[in-house]
C-alpha cells in the first residue's frame, strides 16, 4: 500500500518562507512526482513537478521564481521550498505520485495515483 505524508505546512506573514516535506512508502512508480494545492472555494490545481532522478521540472506560472521542488537522495522524499509568499497562496498543499498521465500532462490532478493527506499552509498580509 502506497501512503504519502506531508508535514511543514504551518502559518506564516507575507514574504516568509516554508519547506514542505512529503515521504513516500510503498510500491509505486517514482517516476514523477508532485505538488498540488486548492484553496478554499477553488479546484485543485498543480504547483511544481518533478522527474524522479532528473532535474526536469515544471511550475504554474503564479509560483516561478518563488517555488523551488526538489527530490531527496534516496528519491521517497520530496520537497517544496516555498519563498517570498503570498496570502495568494494560502491552500491546502498536498504532494501526489504515480504519475500515468502524458508529458505536458503534470499539472493534471487525475494523472496521479496517489496522494497525501495535505498541509495547511497561511499566509498573512
Known amino acids: 500500500q502506497v501512503q504519502l505524508q506531508e508535514s511543514g505546512g504551518g502559518s506564516v506573514q507575507s514574504g516568509g518562507s516554508l519547506r514542505l516535506s512529503c515521504a513516500a512508502s510503498g510500491n509505486y512508480s517514482r517516476y514523477c512526482m508532485a505538488w498540488f494545492r486548492q484553496a478554499p472555494g477553488k479546484e485543485r490545481e498543480g504547483v511544481a513537478f518533478?522527474?524522479?532522478?532528473?532535474?526536469?521540472?515544471e511550475y504554474a506560472d503564479a509560483v516561478k521564481g518563488r517555488f523551488t521542488i526538489s527530490q531527496g537522495d534516496a528519491g521517497t522524499t520530496w520537497y517544496l521550498q516555498m519563498n517570498s509568499l503570498r496570502p495568494e497562496d494560502t491552500a491546502m498543499y498536498y504532494c501526489a505520485t504515480g504519475f500515468s498521465g502524458r508529458p505536458g500532462q503534470w499539472s493534471d490532478q487525475t494523472a496521479f495515483q496517489y496522494w497525501g493527506q495535505g498541509t495547511q499552509v497561511t499566509v498573512s498580509s
Open positions: 518533478i522527474i524522479s532522478g532528473s532535474r526536469v521540472t
